[in-house]
């Protein structure tokens, strides 16, 4: 009976510390904050800060932007602007930086919006003459959003493309 008993209580033990914890949904996240962005200026808008996430697990890009509140024709009610967008497809270079593309077509206005990051932040093998890349402090992450749309009042389809550099803070 002790027997059983002592069984019992180190299987009880065994349970409890053998329980999986949840992660959180970043755990596995790159966040980089931004240093510098030259947006399009079609867009009509300058960025002063902003954070651009990534988590291959989840397979989404997440990039927040906020605004410096000169913008132009559009209302700055909201300084906040939010790309969010899955990942389809990510793969590393021979050189050993990361490139992620995401896009997403949103029919209901003809907004065709992409990003594509390219993570220079644990670049190896760049001794070489065929990876030598100067990448300059704060410009370890690299995004470009490209968007195409159709302009109401001109009748024409507008493409813009941004660029934008952050420096790496979580996940690396």
Excluded at 151 to 167: L, P, W
Aim: proline share 3%; charged share 15%; net charge positive.
């Amino acid at each position: 009976m002790k027997a059983i008993l002592v069984l019992a209580l180190a299987l009880v033990g065994f349970g409890s510390a053998a329980q999986a914890t949840s992660l959180h949904p970043d755990t596995f996240a790159k966040i980089s904050k931004v240093t510098s962005a030259k947006m399009d200026s079609q867009l009509r808008t300058g960025i002063r800060a902003g954070t651009v996430k990534y988590n291959t697990v989840k397979g989404t890009v997440e990039i927040v932007l906020t605004r410096n509140g000169t913008c132009g024709f559009v209302s700055c009610d909201n300084l906040n602007w939010e790309i969010s967008l899955p990942i389809v497809k990510h793969n590393a270079t021979g050189c050993g930086y990361k490139v992620y593309a995401s896009e997403a077509k949103l029919s209901t206005n003809g907004l065709v919006e992409s990003v594509e990051i390219t993570d220079f932040a644990n670049m190896g093998g760049g001794i070489g003459p065929v990876c030598m890349i100067d990448i300059p402090p704060g410009q370890e992450v690299r995004v470009v959003y490209k968007s195409k749309y159709f302009d109401n009042t001109t009748g024409k389809t507008v493409s813009t493309t941004s660029t934008i550099y952050a420096t790496p803070v979580q996940g690396y």
